[in-house]
């Protein structure tokens, strides 16, 4: 993404705190204008963090000015006092900015158990406010990374009668990756104006098909949250009746997080295969989850996929542990890339070993499942499990 890239009514700031590392900013302040509107989206994980306790409590008091966010640590299973802590850190922003405390939604990510080292954000927080600028979001991205190896930012701008629509996103995320949502943030803004409630339901429409079809390794963080603002600035307003210009919305937003999405899969702690699972012809959305997770999540599917081994048994056991009622295996069908592996519950005749390693050789694979047992599809991204996933998360706290 462009550096010089804005989005008006948007200014974003980091400094170092050094709350886990020195070598990269760690705290990043993010201004809202005002009059704009905000959604958010957060851990369904009940052992959510503190910060996550009090931006939803905040959210829902008035609408946010400031965003904060740290990492290196994620006060998460601080109790009360990491609580406190969350929001002693509010309230350090609101009296640096002059405004409430209530108007600061708090977000943290890294290490879990641990008490947030509030007597390093004071200065940390006076400098990222210094440092305030439109074209902060780089910036912000890599503050807020943690075994993240790399920054994650997508942007799309289009038009609607004329005017020019931006919208700008970053992610962070490596590990502990599943839907509802992720380890993860995200935060996505726009110069369009978006109703409240409008913009509540886009956010979830697009979530829902790029945060929430993404997996790691299937472990649900306590620190998710997803921002979507609008600021308005661009003086054209979306709205329920204007259908065609609320679809080009919907679109472009999705289009954003999808990439935001696979960026942290692309990243994944240790990964070097990106993997698309695509289940079809389900009964319902439901099934072909269930399907498409219980391939993601198999271990010996991913580590199958780690060292190019194209041992698709694997891809129909865990098809047939997926829980799915009365499947009947005589119209099922599995294809690797472009190599068939069954047809219609029988093994492709066309199959060769060479064929299938070739494919498993790929940096980025697709599979593909045909239930046969109605209309439904729903995609799934993942990634494979390597030495690395194991010696990354072995060595987190060290």
């Given at each position: 993404?462009?550096?010089?890239?804005?989005?008006?009514?948007?200014?974003?700031?980091?400094?170092?705190?050094?709350?886990?590392?020195?070598e990269?900013?760690?705290?990043?302040?993010?201004?809202?204008?005002?009059?704009?509107?905000v959604?958010?989206?957060?851990?369904?994980?009940?052992?959510?963090?503190?910060?996550?306790?009090?931006?939803?409590?905040?959210?829902?008091?008035q609408?946010?000015?400031?965003?904060?966010?740290?990492?290196?640590?994620a006060?998460?299973?601080?109790?009360?006092?990491?609580?406190?802590?969350?929001?002693?850190?509010?309230?350090?922003l609101a009296?640096?900015?002059?405004?409430?405390?209530?108007?600061?939604?708090?977000?943290?990510?890294?290490?879990?158990?641990?008490?947030?080292?509030?007597?390093?954000?004071?200065?940390?927080?006076?400098?990222?406010?210094?440092?305030l600028?439109?074209?902060?979001w780089?910036?912000?991205?890599?503050?807020?990374?943690?075994?993240?190896?790399?920054?994650?930012?997508?942007?799309?701008?289009?038009?609607?009668?004329?005017?020019?629509?931006?919208?700008?996103g970053i992610?962070?995320?490596?590990?502990?990756?599943?839907?509802?949502?992720?380890?993860?943030?995200?935060?996505?803004?726009t110069?369009?104006?978006?109703?409240?409630?409008l913009?509540?339901?886009?956010?979830?429409?697009?979530?829902?098909?790029?945060?929430n079809?993404?997996?790691?390794?299937?472990?649900?963080s306590?620190?998710?949250?997803?921002?979507?603002?609008?600021t308005?600035?661009?003086?054209?307003?979306?709205?329920?009746?204007q259908?065609s210009?609320?679809?080009?919305?919907?679109?472009?937003?999705?289009n954003?997080?999808?990439?935001?999405?696979?960026?942290?899969?692309?990243?994944?702690?240790?990964?070097?295969?990106?993997?698309?699972?695509?289940?079809?012809?389900?009964?319902?959305?439901e099934?072909?989850?269930?399907?498409?997770?219980?391939?993601?999540?198999?271990?010996?599917?991913?580590?199958?996929?780690?060292?190019?081994?194209?041992?698709?048994?694997?891809?129909?056991?865990?098809?047939?542990?997926?829980?799915?009622?009365?499947?009947?295996?005589?119209?099922?069908?599995?294809?690797?890339?472009?190599?068939?592996?069954?047809?219609?519950?029988?093994?492709?005749?066309?199959?060769?070993?060479?064929?299938?390693?070739?494919?498993m050789?790929?940096?980025?694979?697709?599979?593909?499942?045909?239930?046969a047992?109605?209309i439904?599809?729903?995609?799934?991204?993942?990634?494979d499990?390597?030495?690395?996933?194991?010696?990354?998360?072995?060595?987190?706290?060290?």
């Open positions: 993404m462009d550096k010089d890239l804005a989005i008006e009514g948007i200014l974003l700031g980091t400094a170092s705190a050094g709350i886990r590392q020195t990269r900013d760690d705290i990043a302040v993010i201004e809202i204008c005002e009059g704009s509107n959604a958010a989206v957060f851990t369904r994980n009940a052992f959510c963090a503190a910060p996550v306790t009090i931006a939803k409590e905040h959210i829902s008091q609408a946010p000015r400031y965003l904060l966010i740290n990492s290196g640590n006060n998460a299973g601080t109790g009360s006092e990491g609580y406190q802590d969350g929001l002693q850190t509010c309230q350090m009296e640096t900015v002059n405004c409430s405390s209530t108007s600061v939604l708090p977000f943290s990510t890294g290490v879990i158990g641990e008490r947030l080292p509030t007597a390093l954000f004071q200065p940390a927080i006076e400098t990222a406010v210094q440092n600028k439109e074209t902060g780089s910036d912000v991205a890599r503050a807020i990374m943690t075994t993240d190896t790399r920054p994650k930012q997508a942007e799309t701008s289009f038009e609607i009668n004329g005017q020019t629509i931006t919208i700008v992610s962070k995320g490596s590990g502990m990756i599943r839907p509802d949502m992720a380890t993860m943030l995200a935060y996505v803004a110069d369009a104006e978006v109703e409240q409630e913009l509540n339901s886009c956010l979830n429409n697009a979530i829902d098909k790029s945060f079809r993404i997996t790691v390794d299937g472990d649900t306590t620190n998710d949250a997803c921002v979507l603002i609008a308005g600035k661009s003086e054209f307003c979306i709205t329920q009746e259908v210009e609320l679809e080009m919305f919907q679109a472009a937003l999705g954003v997080c999808i990439q935001l999405a696979k960026a942290i899969i692309k990243d994944g702690e240790g990964a070097t295969k990106f993997i698309t699972i695509e289940v079809q012809g389900g009964q319902d959305k099934e072909a989850l269930e399907v498409a997770y219980t391939i993601a999540h198999s271990p010996l599917v991913k580590t199958a996929f780690f060292a190019s081994d194209p041992n698709w048994g694997r891809l129909l056991a865990a098809i047939g542990r997926a829980g799915i009622t009365d499947l009947d295996i005589s119209k099922v069908s599995v294809t690797l890339g472009d190599v068939s592996l069954i047809e219609a519950g029988e093994p492709a005749v066309t199959y060769t070993e060479e064929q299938g390693a070739a494919v050789a790929e940096d980025e694979i697709s599979i593909y499942v045909d239930l047992r109605g439904a599809t729903e995609t799934v991204w993942t990634c499990l390597s030495y690395d996933y194991v010696k990354i998360n072995a060595e987190y706290r060290t």
